[in-house]
């Protein structure tokens, strides 16, 4: 008895090093996003300690407000049942109406610009306009550029977006505001705006899964959340049901981050789905939309400059720390400060999206 | 004498694939016996460890059947991996020309932490032979998915010079192997494992260890050797000496040369390596100008390019003479020499004979020489060669239950995808469950219908270091450009203000040491002299966790920290000191865990009356403690430290430590408290046993003591253990 008394002291000893390890390498993580010049996270990071302070104020008012309550009291939704597990989903409807660049224009920025075919510079695309050729339509009998005319001319009458910002990608950058006239042939149904709130930078569970959708005024929000690590897999299955063949992503930062992150996960659990698909960074396009014009492009500073600020909200930084403190004391306070959170940067996203749609 | 010995070849039962055999014509090549046989057994689908002789075609023995298979199986894949990527870069080379002559595609790649982002999805998605290194597996395998094709396709792991994976980074890399293996079990392949490794002890066991598979052991050598010399080079054969270990090693380097020999020699470290070279080109310089721009010193700390230009000129014979640390010991390729000097005993017999494989070329004789120092573990090799040529090599130890270590990689492993019992007990036979629990009570890891998912919000590998490395790195500065890099540890060491650094045989004056920024700001100055710091090390007790009584004797275990203090350095001119000049840097500070006990009031007595001295004493029984602690707790000596004094502020009372060397400490002493009534018994029967007069490299002698080996008694040390030993063998008057 005596010995395995001892062994799990020993044990308790090396787990709570191992835990106090793993708390310096996220906070290191945090560090570095915070620093870093190239990852400019997608929400809001206090970088005074008021912030901080603010936001631990918060979370105490939230957990005497939601002493003894359950999450599913406070916030009303229900329980997804799939195959791999539960999750729980809450709905809400949002009045915002997005607006994408009409298709007619999309096609029409598309085929004049000749730089987007290999080996055309200013001066050839000077050149051929003036001898008379105005879209790349005109292109499709040229010798030299004839046949890359022909293939760029049919992915834009197949409307294949994720070609064509790949294809716009290659002359130029994915960021290029060219490749968000890919957008305009979306219908607003088919765009899938997401948000992930994640326990940490990669290899991490997730907590949230956001997604927006928008029909005719209304943008409606669905928000899977894992009231525990075991309810990760039915968010991620849930995540996919939103997505088909004409789906678009639209992200915040989802490049570097929420799809390669889903990605990871869909791994994980070894659950099948493809994410590579016609993909709008809307941060890549904010940077070049409104350089100059706010202090950084966090998405909290982009909304501000775009829509003014919110009114009571969490620094990303802590969404960790808030998940941790639910799961220990069971109290829904802090988890719905998440969701909440997760809730308004959607509605954000969308908003600067159509922002940059009007241009 | 080593005798020469002609070629053994074989021929192979089933002929080698054509590609191949074009490589091998085209190169000259012929298979030797032990060559055919590691053929022969990877085609049975067996794992090998190969344990032959630097220098007899170990890279041949596995590239042929890989490239067989490889061109076979057209999809098939293999992993590499190099404890350096200095060494991943060699086998690039390596691999590059095969595949070239052979023309069997294979896209060798080399991914580690050099490799471009930009390079490294292609490498991914194409290459067949990947390189690298466990540092960087480590944090490659949670980016699994990306790997699928290459992980789905892996044939075979090439684990080379694997020796370098005992003790505790062994232990982890064992366990980061057994991670591997899950994740290729989870993609559908089973590759066959080649381990290379140095002579040990115990090839199979080690091999089996590491990967957790069954080996077939390839080591009787069928390679030519030629005639080799070993010479033990004694200065201090009258027990005087005239001069420094050092100046003689210089002398002898210079003789090899001015005889056109072309010499590698080895140094203790990276001070002396310089300054070996240093002093011989400036002596050369007064006799033969043209002599002197060919040698060299070689490091670590230097470079990447420095490096590959050095060893570039060496294999091109421009270089005649290199002095070098142990950078060079293991299988980079300078082709071969045809001297070697090794300035004091390397520490280990596997690394003495590593080093020695340096010399000797195709058929021509070679020379090997171990020029003693004075501290009394070289004294006893000068005087005992047959501890060198008919003593065993070391065992290389792997602990697969060692609670810190396992916790982590099993935690790494949830991150990696869901653990599941019983399933993966197969890849972490000890504690897995008992891990998975406390995880669990840690927040870190989930017991959910899926399996064990990990729930930490840090990414886990970074949580878990494979080896004791430093990660604070200071830059070397001279005049805006950078010269070199150092750790923390080597900056007080080596670069405090007023330092003269050596590098490439110049001189540079350390101007100022910033800690802040950690750049090291230096001059080139032309001085001679050199300088050496002195230091103090204090170990304190933070907090005593837990008392054990064994019988009588009362083993403390507990959290300790090692504070050692750079107070000043001396100038010196060849060996003479010509000045000293104090320091005014911060203590570096060390935490770990530690055992110590006192010892008891009769031994110190007893060690008075016989006239004998005490401090040796306990000094000679610490390291005999711990030279009998790897094979009780499973580590290397290298892994733990220990300190003994005549009276410990802390105890009040004549002391012994001993403590693990990694920063937070490993579980080395905590085990080592469960079983030190055990080892201080077979500790005791060790000395008493020894048939040594005052002791050697068996019983007290440690090759890795601060104070040279002194001062040591061997009968007080025997005084000392016998009373422990009766202690922990007394009831327990408790």
Not at chain 2, 158 to 172: K, L, P, Q
Request: charged share 25%; hydrophobic share 40%.
């Amino acid at each position: 008895m005596l010995i395995e008394g001892q062994d799990n002291q020993k044990l308790s000893r090396v787990g709570a090093r191992i835990k106090s390890r793993v708390d310096q390498a996220s906070d290191a993580a945090d560090e570095e996003r915070v620093s870093s010049s190239q990852f400019i996270p997608g929400l809001f990071y206090p970088t005074d300690h008021s912030g901080y302070a603010q936001a631990f104020a918060l979370k105490r008012a939230l957990i005497e407000k939601h002493d003894g309550k359950a999450l599913e009291e406070v916030t009303p939704g229900t329980e997804l049942v799939t195959e791999r597990g539960t999750c729980y989903r809450v709905e809400t409807e949002e009045g915002v109406s997005i607006r994408t660049i009409p298709p007619k224009r999309a096609k029409e920025s598309l085929l004049t610009d000749f730089k987007l075919l290999h080996g055309v510079r200013e001066t050839t695309e000077r050149a051929l306009k003036e001898r008379g050729y105005r879209s790349i339509a005109d292109l499709v009998e040229h010798d030299r550029f004839g046949t890359q005319a022909l293939r760029f001319l049919k992915l834009v009458e197949m409307r294949d977006s994720g070609e064509l910002i790949e294809w716009v990608g290659r002359r130029f950058t994915r960021s290029d505001p060219l490749a968000l006239n890919a957008s305009g042939f979306h219908t607003p149904d088919q765009l899938l705006f997401v948000d992930l709130e994640t326990l940490g930078l990669f290899t991490s569970p997730i907590i949230v899964i956001g997604v927006a959708e928008a029909i005719d005024e209304t943008l409606t929000v669905r928000q899977y959340v894992a009231r525990n690590v075991g309810e990760e897999p039915a968010a991620l299955e849930a995540l996919l049901s939103h997505v088909d063949a004409s789906t678009a992503l639209v992200t915040f930062n989802g490049r570097a981050f929420d799809v390669p992150f889903l990605e990871q996960r869909l791994a994980y659990y070894r659950i099948h789905g493809n994410l590579q698909r016609a993909h709008f960074d809307v941060l890549q396009f904010a940077r070049r939309r409104w350089r100059g014009l706010t202090p950084d492009f966090k998405l909290a500073s982009l909304e501000k400059h775009v829509m003014g600020a919110r009114q009571s909200d969490i620094p990303s930084a802590l969404v960790p720390e808030f998940y941790e403190t639910y799961l220990r004391t069971q109290n829904a306070g802090p988890l719905v400060a998440i969701i909440d959170h997760n809730r308004q940067d959607l509605v954000a996203l969308a908003h600067i999206f159509s922002k940059v749609c009007e241009g | 004498m080593l005798s020469a010995r002609e070629p053994i070849f074989a021929e192979t039962a089933e002929e080698i694939a054509p590609n191949v055999q074009a490589y091998l014509r085209k190169k000259g090549i012929r298979l030797y016996r032990h060559q055919i046989k590691a053929r022969a057994a990877l085609r049975e689908g067996k794992d090998i460890v190969i344990a032959t002789p630097t220098a007899s075609g170990k890279t041949l023995a596995f590239n042929v059947p890989i490239f067989e298979e490889l061109d076979r199986e057209h999809n098939a894949t293999a992993l590499y991996l190099y404890p350096t990527k200095a060494l991943s870069n060699d086998q690039l080379k390596v691999l590059q020309e095969l595949e070239l002559i052979s023309a069997v595609r294979v896209n060798p790649s080399v991914y580690d932490g050099d490799t471009p982002s930009h390079k490294r999805p292609k490498i991914r998605t194409s290459a067949r032979i990947v390189i690298s290194n466990p540092y960087e597996l480590h944090h490659v395998l949670p980016w699994h998915y990306k790997w699928q094709r290459f992980l789905a396709n892996l044939k075979f792991i090439v684990i080379d010079e694997a020796h370098v994976y005992r003790g505790v980074f062994g232990s982890n890399v064992a366990l980061l192997i057994r991670r591997l293996r899950r994740l290729c079990s989870y993609y559908g392949s089973e590759p066959q494992f080649v381990i290379s490794t140095a002579t040990l002890a115990n090839p199979i066991e080690f091999g089996e260890k590491l990967t957790g598979r069954t080996f077939t052991l390839i080591s009787e050598d069928g390679s030519p050797r030629a005639r080799k010399y070993f010479v033990l080079y004694n200065p201090y054969a009258d027990g005087i000496g005239k001069r420094s270990a050092h100046q003689e090693a210089k002398d002898l380097f210079l003789l090899f040369i001015r005889n056109h020999l072309q010499t590698l020699c080895f140094a203790p470290s990276r001070k002396m390596a310089e300054l070996i070279a240093l002093w011989a080109k400036n002596e050369a310089e007064e006799s033969t100008p043209l002599l002197a721009d060919r040698i060299a010193a070689y490091r670590a700390g230097y470079l990447p390019s420095t490096r590959r230009r050095i060893e570039e000129r060496l294999r091109s014979g421009h270089l005649v003479g290199v002095t070098s640390t142990n950078a060079l010991e293991l299988g980079i390729d300078i082709g071969s020499l045809d001297a070697v000097i090794m300035a004091g005993y390397p520490g280990t017999i596997i690394s003495t004979w590593q080093q020695a494989g340096r010399a000797g070329r195709g058929q021509d004789e070679s020379l090997a020489t171990l020029v003693g120092f004075h501290d009394p573990l070289d004294q006893y090799f000068m005087k005992h060669p047959g501890a060198l040529f008919g003593g065993s090599h070391e065992h290389a130890i792997i602990d697969l239950s060692n609670e810190y270590i396992t916790l982590g990689h099993v935690m790494c492993a949830a991150a990696e995808f869901p653990l599941r019992l019983p399933r993966d007990v197969a890849y972490f036979p000890a504690l897995l469950s008992e891990s998975l629990e406390e995880l669990e009570r840690q927040g870190l890891a989930k017991d959910t219908s899926n399996g064990w998912v990990y729930s930490g919000s840090g990414r886990a590998t970074e949580a878990v270091p494979l080896n004791a490395l430093s990660s604070q790195i200071f830059k070397v500065l001279c005049e805006g450009r950078l010269l070199e890099t150092l750790d923390k540890t080597r900056a007080y060491r080596e670069a405090h203000s007023g330092a003269v650094l050596l590098h490439e045989g110049e001189t540079y004056v350390v101007e100022q040491l910033d800690l802040t920024n950690r750049i090291i700001s230096v001059s080139k100055k032309n001085v001679d002299y050199h300088t050496e710091p002195m230091k103090t090390v204090d170990l304190r007790i933070v907090k005593e966790l837990e008392k054990r009584p064994h019988g009588a004797l009362v083993v403390s275990f507990g959290i300790v920290e090692v504070v050692e203090q750079y107070v000043g350095y001396k100038t010196l001119r060849y060996d003479q000191v010509v000045g000293i000049e104090s320091l005014d840097l911060p203590p570096l500070r060390f935490t770990t865990m530690a055992l110590w006990f006192r010892v008891p009031d009769e031994a110190v007595t007893q060690v008075a009356n016989e006239q004998l001295d005490i401090g040796g004493g306990l000094h000679g029984a610490e390291h005999a403690l711990i030279a009998m602690m790897p094979l009780h707790v499973m580590c290397d000596r290298w892994d733990i430290g220990g300190v003994s004094t005549t009276c410990h502020p802390d105890t009040t009372a004549p002391t012994i430590f001993i403590y693990d060397g990694f920063e937070g400490g490993i579980g080395l002493a905590e085990k080592a408290v469960e079983l030190i009534a055990e080892i201080v018994t077979v500790t005791r029967e060790l000395v008493t046993g020894c048939s040594c007069d005052i002791g050697c490299p068996a019983c007290i002698y440690s090759p890795k003591c601060g104070n040279d080996n002194k001062p040591l008694d061997k009968q007080a040390a025997i005084v000392v253990l016998e009373q422990l030993a009766n202690l922990a063998s007394a009831a327990s008057n408790r």
